[in-house]
C-alpha cells in the first residue's frame, strides 16, 4: 500500500507544471488610455525579481479592440506572465470619460485577477505616467499600492478596489468612484475622487470635497484638515472622527433625508495667540457651519450630475417598505436633503 501511495505521489508531481518565481514577469501595474480608431491603448509595467534582489522593470505598450486583445498585442513581452499579482489598474482622463466597462470586465471575469486590486484615474494618460521614470525602488505598481492604501487608512480617501467599483456598478441606488491621481514634475500626487454615472466618469471632487465625502459617508476617521476661521486664524485638525446616521422619510411619496453627522477632533496646531475653551468652542462651532454648508454644495453637485455615489436609493430602500426605484429615481434631482453636525473638540495640541 506505501508503494501505490508513493507511485500516485509520483504520478501527480509530473502532472504539475514548475516555474521558478524569479524568472516569471510580474505585472503589478497596468494603465488603460484611449487609442486610435476607438481602440484601447494598454500599457503594462512587467517587473522581474533578480537573485541579487534587485528588480528589473520593463513598459510594454499596444492598441487593440478588447483588453483581452491587447495581450495578444504585446508581442515583445516575455511568456509566461502573471496578472495574480496585479496591484493597480488605471484609466486615463479620456478613456474613464468614454467608460471602462470594456476593460474592467475582463478582470472580473479572469479567475487569476486579483478582486482586491486598486483602481484609479489619471488626470491625463495613464500610459505616460506608467512609462515616467520615477525613482521607486519598489517600482511604480508597488509603490502607487501604497500610496492609494495609505490614503484610505490613513487620509481621507473612501475605501474602494476593483470589487467595490464592481458592487456599485452593478447595484441599485448607488453609483461607484475611485481615486484621481496626478503626474506632476517628480512626483504622483492624489488630487481627489473622480466621480463616475454607471461607467463613465462624468465629474471630479478635489481634496477638500473628497474629506467631506469621507466624513458623510460612512463612519470614519480621517487625516489632517485645515480650516480658515473668521477672525483670519488657522486651525488644524487630526484624528477627525464621524458618526453618521441617515433618517429618511416618504422614500416612496416625498423623500426627505436628515444626515446627522457627530464630530470629534483634536487640535493639532493652531495659530492664535492664546486657545481656551472659548476659541475651541468657536473652532467646533465654525466646523460644524462649514460641514453643514459643504456637504449641501455636494450634495448639490451629486444631484446636478444625476449620480448617487452615496447611496441614497440604498438607505432609502433599507429603511421604506416596498421601496420603488423608479418613482426614487425622478425625485432624486430636488431631493429634500438636510445636514446637521454636532462637532466636539477632544484635545488640543501645539499653539503657534
Known amino acids: 500500500m506505501k508503494i501505490l501511495l508513493f507511485i500516485m505521489c509520483l504520478v501527480m508531481t509530473g502532472c504539475v507544471s514548475t516555474e521558478v518565481i524569479d524568472e516569471?514577469?510580474?505585472?503589478?501595474?497596468?494603465?488603460?488610455?484611449?487609442?486610435?480608431?476607438?481602440?484601447?491603448?494598454?500599457?503594462?509595467?512587467l517587473q522581474r525579481f533578480k537573485p541579487n534582489q534587485e528588480v528589473e522593470t520593463r513598459t510594454f505598450q499596444a492598441e487593440a479592440r478588447t483588453a483581452k486583445g491587447l495581450r495578444n498585442h504585446l508581442s515583445g513581452v516575455p511568456k509566461p506572465i502573471t496578472i495574480g499579482k496585479m496591484a493597480v489598474i488605471l484609466f486615463g482622463e479620456e478613456e474613464a470619460e468614454h467608460g471602462v466597462l470594456r476593460v474592467l470586465d475582463s478582470f472580473l471575469r479572469d479567475p487569476a485577477s486579483g478582486r482586491l486590486t486598486?483602481?484609479?484615474?489619471?488626470?491625463g494618460s495613464a500610459g505616460d505616467l506608467?512609462?515616467?521614470?520615477?525613482q521607486y525602488l519598489q517600482g511604480i505598481g508597488p509603490f502607487l499600492q501604497i500610496l492609494i492604501r495609505q490614503s484610505i487608512e490613513y487620509g481621507n480617501m473612501p475605501q474602494n478596489n476593483l470589487h467595490l467599483f464592481d458592487y456599485k456598478y452593478y447595484g441599485k441606488g448607488m453609483d461607484p468612484y475611485m481615486p484621481l491621481l496626478k503626474?506632476?514634475?517628480?512626483?504622483?500626487?492624489?488630487?481627489?475622487?473622480?466621480?463616475?454615472?454607471g461607467e463613465k466618469m462624468v465629474g471630479k471632487l478635489d481634496l477638500e470635497e473628497m474629506f467631506m465625502f469621507a466624513l458623510i459617508n460612512k463612519k470614519h476617521k480621517s487625516g489632517l484638515f485645515e480650516?480658515?476661521?473668521?477672525?483670519?486664524?488657522?486651525?488644524?485638525?487630526?484624528?477627525?472622527?464621524?458618526?453618521?446616521?441617515?433618517?429618511?422619510?416618504?422614500?416612496?411619496?416625498s423623500p426627505k433625508v436628515q444626515i446627522e453627522l457627530d464630530i470629534k477632533a483634536n487640535i493639532a496646531q493652531y495659530t492664535?495667540?492664546?486657545?481656551?475653551?472659548r476659541i475651541k468652542n468657536k473652532i467646533a462651532k465654525e466646523f460644524e457651519?462649514?460641514?453643514?454648508?459643504?456637504?449641501?454644495?455636494?450634495?448639490?453637485?451629486f444631484q446636478d450630475l444625476k449620480i448617487d455615489p452615496l447611496a441614497l436609493g440604498d438607505r432609502a430602500r433599507s429603511q421604506t417598505r416596498q421601496f420603488d426605484f423608479s418613482n426614487w429615481k425622478n425625485h432624486y434631482p430636488d431631493l429634500n436633503i438636510s445636514v446637521k453636525a454636532d462637532v466636539a473638540i477632544l484635545e488640543s495640541g501645539i499653539i503657534d
Open 227 to 253: 480650516i480658515s476661521l473668521s477672525d483670519q486664524n488657522y486651525v488644524s485638525l487630526h484624528q477627525v472622527k464621524s458618526d453618521v446616521t441617515y433618517k429618511i422619510r416618504n422614500g416612496n411619496t
Open 24 to 45: 516569471v514577469p510580474v505585472v503589478f501595474i497596468a494603465g488603460y488610455d484611449k487609442g486610435t480608431d476607438d481602440q484601447i491603448k494598454g500599457t503594462i509595467s
Open 118 to 123: 486598486y483602481v484609479g484615474v489619471v488626470e
Open 289 to 301: 457651519e462649514k460641514i453643514e454648508k459643504d456637504s449641501q454644495k455636494l450634495m448639490k453637485k
Open 130 to 134: 506608467i512609462k515616467e521614470e520615477f
Open 272 to 277: 492664535g495667540d492664546k486657545l481656551d475653551e
Open 183 to 197: 503626474k506632476t514634475k517628480n512626483e504622483i500626487e492624489i488630487t481627489g475622487l473622480a466621480l463616475f454615472k
